[in-house]
């Protein structure tokens, strides 16, 4: 029997109470296969740790994470801790520390699922957009000159190593030749004049490798245009850590909402752990009062499972989140329901237990 270790990272506000329903289908599916099972540990940093201690991790914290298979993270965020803190010293830490370059976001209409554009239906969103998780422009270089002085100079510096680039289009390449999708490149070449013309160079360079695969290139204004517009024209996209971000929240929203949207942060070589998280915020607004969406965070286990070679549980997961928005017995209010947190959760293993093999 094959045990998986997961770190668990609660985090802070609704972060605890998505998890601990990821936790339970995790639980439900290894009952059910009974070919593997999971052991959990939770780490109690993030926000409120960092108030209590000085610091959102451990010391040792990076080197106690290391020999876990996977790290399930909730959310992040406190009022009184400022914003680049709780990114920088713990999520984009364990991104950059272990190598984390891929960011996998499905982008995808589920039946049942809210859309707020008009005449799309379920299927006709169906994207997976491969971001770069380890540099551009969050790679953190910059300066800050002349702090509080009239000539006052701030420099935030894009970082696109040829390495960093080519590794991620690689990725989304071989992602569309393995799906016999699309490949859609999303940059800015025309304003950003060094790494954006280097990054469409280097899609262009890689891509001769796999010339089977049909690709398109667009800036990311006519692209966020057609996410709108036409979001169908998109399979496989890849694009830079900022745009990949702005981007994947904008196909949230077209899909349903934050409670919904799942992100995989991946070490394809799997010489670190790799993170599964909701990509939702701690939400403090609705913190506390069990009815934060754990769906976005069951679609992340989803992801996990698919990461550990378990593709028919991955499927299965998300066949049973689909079950459960289309009957629409349980969902919570931000999908205009009256249910509670932990109700989705057990509604979800319910799907799931009643699935056909
Ligand atoms: P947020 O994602 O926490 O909330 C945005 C809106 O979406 C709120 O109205 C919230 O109620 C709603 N929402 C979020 N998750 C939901 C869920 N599961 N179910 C139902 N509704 C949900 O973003 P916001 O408000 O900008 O940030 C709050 C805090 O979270 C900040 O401190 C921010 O830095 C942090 N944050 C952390 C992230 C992370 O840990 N990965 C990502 C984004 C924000
Ligand atoms: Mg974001």
């Not at 996977?70 to 713990?90: E, K, M, T």
């Not at 992100?263 to 913190?287: C, K, Q, V, W």
Request: aromatic letters at 10%; a negative charge.
């Amino acid at each position: 029997m094959t045990t998986y270790k997961i770190a668990v990272i609660p985090g802070d506000g609704v972060g605890p109470e998505v998890l601990a329903e990821g936790i339970k289908v995790l639980q439900a599916v290894a009952a059910m296969d009974g070919t593997f099972s999971f052991e959990f540990e939770t780490f109690p940093w993030g926000c409120e740790y960092y108030l209590k201690h000085g610091k959102m991790m451990d010391e040792d914290g990076m080197e106690r994470l290391k020999s876990f298979d996977a790290i399930y993270l909730g959310a992040v965020g406190f009022p009184g801790v400022p914003d680049h803190i709780s990114l920088w010293d713990l999520l984009l830490k364990i991104r950059k520390g272990f190598d984390q370059y891929i960011n996998l976001r499905p982008i995808q209409l589920l039946q049942g699922a809210p859309c707020p554009l008009a005449g799309v239906k379920a299927g006709e969103i169906d994207m997976l957009v491969v971001r770069e998780n380890s540099e551009g422009e969050y790679a953190g270089a910059g300066d800050w000159l002349f702090k509080g002085k009239p000539e006052e100079v701030v420099l935030q510096t894009g970082v696109f190593s040829r390495k960093g680039t080519e590794r991620v289009i690689r990725y989304a390449y071989e992602l569309a030749r393995k799906t016999g999708k699309t490949l859609t490149s999303i940059s800015k070449g025309n304003a950003l004049n060094y790494s954006m013309v280097f990054w469409d160079q280097v899609f262009a360079e890689v891509g001769k490798e796999y010339p089977e695969v049909k690709t398109y290139s667009y800036l990311v204004d006519a692209a966020s245009m057609f996410f709108v517009k036409d979001p169908g024209r998109f399979q496989i996209v890849v694009t830079s850590n900022l745009f990949g971000d702005i981007l994947t929240d904008l196909g949230a929203a077209i899909t349903g909402g934050m409670g919904l949207a799942a992100g995989a942060n991946l070490n394809p070589e799997r010489t670190y752990p790799s993170m599964f998280e909701p990509i939702h915020g701690s939400a403090p607004d609705i913190a506390g009062r069990s009815i934060a969406n754990p769906l976005a965070s069951i679609w992340s286990v989803s992801q996990m499972l698919d990461f550990f070679g378990h593709e028919k549980w991955g499927r299965r997961v998300l066949q049973a989140i689909e079950n459960v928005l289309q009957e629409k017995a349980c969902l919570t209010p931000d999908l205009g329901g009256s249910g509670k947190t932990q109700e989705v959760g057990d509604a979800v293993v319910a799907k799931l237990s009643g699935q056909q093999e």
